[in-house]
Structure formats: C-alpha cells, structure tokens
DNA sequence: AGCAAAAATGCAATAATGTTGCAAATTTTA
DNA sequence: TAAAATTTGCAACATTATTGCATTTTTGCT
C-alpha cells in the first residue's frame, strides 16, 4: 500500500493533494527543509498559507518536528522511528554546515544526557552543532 | 571603572546611549533576550532599526551569540568570560521553559562530547532543552 | 454511486518582522 | 573646538506569518 496514503491516515488525516505532495517531499529529502524550501518544491502549486496549515498540521502529528536554527528561519524534519505527537520529537543530532547551509539529521548520532540543576524539568533536547560537512570539506 | 565603556571601549564601539542601555540590560538580565524583549525593555526609546542594528554589531563583535530556538524567533545571550568574535560562543546549555516562555542559560551545564561521523568538521555546537524550569514547577 | 456533513483550500486583508538609503545628529579624533 | 567618522531616526520597502470567510474537496453513510 501507498505509504502516504499509510501515514495520513494513520494520523486521521484527509488525504489531498497538498498533504501528499508535501508528505511525499519530506520522504524524498535526506535533511531538512524550510518553508521556503517547500514552496519552491512544490512549483507553486498550493497557497502558501495551505503550506503553512499543513506544516503545522503535521507538527502537530508528530509526523514532523521543528530544528532549532541560529538565524531566524524554521526547520522542518520528518520523524523517523516511532516518533508520537507530544512526545521527544527527535532523538538524534542536527547539524548545518557552514558552506552549504544545509541541515542535516544525523540520525545515527545519538543525544548525550544532559543533567539538568535541582527543579528542572527535561521534556525535548536540541542539539545542533555548525561546521562543514563531509560534501563541504 | 564602568563596566559598560570598557566593554564597548574594548571592542572599539562608539560609546553612544543605545549601546549602553542594551547591553546594560543584557549584563543584568539572567537568561536570553529576543528582539521584541529589547524593545520593550527600552521602552521605546529607541528606533526599531537602532536595536536591530546594536545586536548585529554586538554578535560580530562576540559580545553576544544568538540561540537556536525550534520557533522562529532569535535569542542573544551575552557571552560570558573570554568569548572572542568567530569563535565558541558557548559552552553551557540553554533551557527554554514551556510554562513561562523564558530562555535561562544553565551557566554550570557543560555541553556534552559528540562524536561525529567521518568528514564533519565540528565548530559550534548548542544544546537546548524545553521543559519546565524550577521557578514554573 | 450519491448526498450531506466535515474538513481543507484559496483569496484577500492584515499583522509582524526584517532591511535599505539617506539626511540629521552624535561621537570620536586630532 | 572643528573636521571626520560613526551612529541614529525616518521613511519606504521587502519578507514572512496569521486570520476570516466563501468555495471547493474529502469523508462517511446509505
């Protein structure tokens, strides 16, 4: 079965036009994307507030999460794994590389603990780290 | 002497009111301050173009570094002890509340080791943990 | 398949945020 | 203190994000 289809369902979600070509977007790409990216992808295709919505529909879902970012854009990735709404959206580092200023999840490096003071509480960790990556060297 | 005219002295700023009293704030203020704090905290004071361009100056000089946040809104925090202009900026973690929406640097947090994949050169890293700070439990 | 209800979309208007050029004011330098 | 350099404020503009509402699409049901 369509995989798409498999996942906005799963998440009660209508299935349209928009959501499938954005869903399918963020399946096809190795890193993160911004808004901005999205628009220019889906060839103007959809209102740009129909990509706002759908973002943040799919935030809400837990089918995507937001990065952390330096400068003021978002980030928007796809929760790999058993990702739920509401939960750690995200256990793996983000990187953005200085030269090409693409965010890439590294997906196989983990998290480190973090031990927080007395009387905090811990619900998501970011951990973004700016460099060059292995295209860029 | 005066806490202020040495700093800006020492990174060679004119000495002008906006200066001052944006990084007065900073020097009394415990954790990050977006924008919109700055405007507000100066009470009007000042052009919206000043402050925007008093920040611009103050992270090209390391006098403050900006913090990723997953929303789209940009941080500074002031770079404590000898942080040089292209370099770390930070060595500690930042908490970002949910409850009351205040960004805290955990001074005394030190940011973890990660090791990353083959090719990646490592630069800045920055670690942000959301949840519940000790004053909003 | 066809129909009603629910949900999503597009459009327009509006708000919020950030940038640029340039003249006036302030600060520095000598 | 006067000239040079820097900074500021204003205005205009650009970009990015949000909201309400009518229209269209999708869903659920028979």
Redesign the interface.
């Known amino acids: 079965m369509d995989q798409l289809l498999d996942i906005l369902k799963r998440n009660q979600l209508s299935v349209t036009e928009g959501r499938k070509k954005i869903l399918e977007l963020f399946l096809k790409s190795p890193g993160a994307l911004a808004h901005a990216d999205i628009e220019k992808s889906t060839d103007a295709s959809f209102d740009r507030v129909t990509v706002y919505r759908t973002l943040q529909t799919f935030v809400e879902k837990g089918i995507i999460h937001?990065?952390?970012?330096?400068?003021?854009?978002?980030l928007y990735a796809l929760c790999r794994d058993n990702c739920e709404a509401g939960h750690h959206h995200d256990n793996h580092?983000h990187?953005i590389c200085?030269v090409c200023d693409k965010t890439i999840c590294?997906e196989?490096?983990a998290i480190?603990?973090?031990?927080?003071?007395?009387?905090?509480?811990?619900?998501?960790?970011?951990?973004?780290?700016?460099?060059?990556?292995?295209e860029c060297?």
Request: proline content about 8%.
């Open positions: 937001n990065i952390p970012t330096t400068d003021n854009s978002i580092v990187f200085d590294l196989h490096v480190p603990e973090v031990k927080l003071p007395k009387g905090f509480k811990q619900n998501q960790t970011d951990v973004v780290i700016s460099g060059v990556c292995s060297r």
